[in-house]
């Protein structure tokens, strides 16, 4: 017997608590806003790029809206403020 971690086979799909990180996620947010040809993002397709749920992005979005970052254009779409 070991203190060891045993490492398990992870079923596919499988990712780690990093790899869902509300940090991770902002990080990756803020990179697609970055990019963006205006400004200007549309939440059902970050939702798709990052493979989160709109809950997370909500998140993130309150946070960035709270501290004046970026505002609401419509339902779903922010924009850098």
Known sequence: WSWKTVTRPRPPGWRSRFDTSLGLLTR???ELLRCSADGVLDL???CRELGAS?????DITNVL???????KKSK???QWW
């Open 28 to 30: 990756k947010f803020a």
């Open 44 to 46: 059902n397709v970050v």
């Open 54 to 58: 709109k809950r997370r992005i909500y």
């Open 65 to 71: 809206e709270g501290i004046q970052l970026i505002k």
């Open 76 to 78: 779903n779409h922010i």
